[in-house]
């Protein structure tokens, strides 16, 4: 499984109809678009997937339609996290999970947990979790950080984690586990625009955000660094530049719905609290869709 998570994955989106609901058809359409270009694992309801403003009936019910829609094709791997150590656990015992390769569990947020409550949550969850754990730190969004420390001792006390998604944006950090973890143990971007310099340092891949719109080119520069042509990965890189910058100018989702529905794929509703970006950005969207194709 480790192997098999190694390279681009995708944090995939929630396409919501103008009312609201849920787009299931759509959900459908943009898998079977990112296992055509090649993704090679799906994340679903990870935060780009606007997680907190789904119900946990909807989230199921996602989480089955990826999982029909992928027909075993690819990795399947499902966010489940809280800051509630137990509800956690018992999200893990509700999810049909007989067809789902691994999950990916945030650090408890809000509570701000110190690094000791931050390992025994992790613990707790191996523990009652049946598929393997990747952990999922993200500073920015948490206001908890999983130190280095914590992320090595994590790796080498608790077997079933497997890998982290590192989105600290903490060089110094990133590169200290890389340095000092087991060689397989994973450490996956969760930063699409700062990936490529640390696949220099020994990343193992992304969970993009730019991959609901452009599956292949992240693809390729991911593969491309992975096998040290990074003459060709720079290009793709600086290529994705704009895509990346406008991706996260006005928040995300908002902002790689705002491709997608350009691109024709789905439409650009996001639920409250997020709100649409601006029609000037829209427009810069649009203007760079159109150079891409």
Do not use: W
């Not at 079977?32 to 309801?45: H, K, N, S």
């Not at 024709?264 to 969207?285: F, Q, T």
């Amino acid at each position: 499984m480790k192997l098999k998570l190694k390279g681009a994955g995708v944090a995939l989106i929630t396409p919501f109809k103008k009312d609201f609901s849920i787009d299931f058809e759509a959900i459908e359409r943009l898998v079977e678009y990112q296992i055509q270009e090649g993704t090679d694992y799906i994340v679903a309801l990870g935060t780009t997937a606007e997680t907190p403003t789904l119900s946990f009936t909807e989230r199921k019910e996602i989480l089955r339609t990826v999982v029909q829609t992928v027909k075993g094709r690819i990795p399947v791997v499902v966010g489940i996290g809280s800051n509630n150590t137990m509800e956690v656990i018992e999200q893990i015992y509700l999810y049909d999970l007989k067809k789902v390769d691994a999950v990916l569990s945030v650090a408890p947020y809000y509570n701000r947990p110190q690094q000791e409550g931050i390992f025994q949550h992790y613990k707790a969850i191996a523990k009652a979790s049946p598929l393997p754990i990747i952990l999922y730190n993200v500073a920015s969004r948490t206001a908890v950080n999983i130190e280095a420390e914590t992320t090595l001792r994590i790796a080498k006390e608790i077997p079933k984690v497997i890998g982290i998604k590192e989105a600290s944006g903490n060089f110094s950090q990133i590169m200290h586990i890389m340095e000092h973890k087991s060689s397989d143990f994973l450490v996956i971007s969760g930063d699409d625009i700062i990936t490529l310099p640390l696949m220099a340092c020994g990343l193992d891949g992304l969970i993009s955000v730019v991959a609901n719109a452009y599956p292949k080119c992240i693809v390729q520069m991911i593969q491309s660094a992975l096998d040290g042509d990074y003459q060709t990965a720079r290009a793709l890189h600086y290529r994705l530049l704009p895509v990346m910058e406008f991706c996260f100018k006005e928040g995300s989702p908002s902002g790689v719905k705002a491709f997608v529905e350009s691109q024709g794929r789905a439409e650009h509703y996001v639920r409250l609290p997020l709100v649409d970006v601006s029609e000037s950005l829209k427009h810069e969207i649009n203007r760079v869709v159109n150079s891409m194709k």
